[in-house]
């Protein structure tokens, strides 16, 4: 059974930094594209940054490139994202999501096992 466990979400105030983690238990983590993705209350979920399962290809909404930070640990079968300069609009849960395909993805449907999901909040 696949299982994906994220953590690291919290409070932070406005210009500050925080990395959510997530771990993927269950299939070989390396032949799995990883994504982020993050919901805000009253929106639809949305594409935030994808890694291939080798790490050599990465892929990020406009909305955080050069502020988010995507990368993975195929050891420790853990994907990160860092997450600098957060802004209010960056408020929602973050979800990290695995793919059975190798490469990113920057859709939903690329993805067959998501997390829980991690609440950040990003006070102004």
């Known amino acids: 059974q696949v299982q994906l466990v994220e953590s690291g979400g919290g409070l932070v105030q406005a210009g500050g930094s925080l990395r959510v983690s997530c771990v993927v238990s269950?299939?070989?983590?390396?032949?799995?594209?990883m994504g982020w993705f993050r919901q805000a209350p009253g929106k639809e979920r949305e594409f935030v940054a994808t890694?291939?399962?080798?790490?050599?290809?990465?892929r990020y909404a406009d909305s955080v490139r050069g502020r988010f930070t995507i990368s993975r640990d195929n050891a420790k079968n853990t994907v990160y994202l860092q997450m600098n300069s957060l802004k209010p609009d960056d408020t929602a849960i973050y979800y990290c999501?695995?793919?059975?395909?190798?490469?990113?993805?920057?859709?939903?449907?690329?993805?067959?096992?998501w997390g829980q999901g991690t609440q950040v909040t990003v006070s102004s």
């Open positions: 890694i291939s399962g080798s790490g050599g290809s990465i």
């Open positions: 269950g299939r070989t983590f390396s032949r799995s594209g």
């Open positions: 999501a695995s793919s059975p395909n190798i490469q990113t993805g920057i859709t939903t449907w690329a993805y067959d096992y």
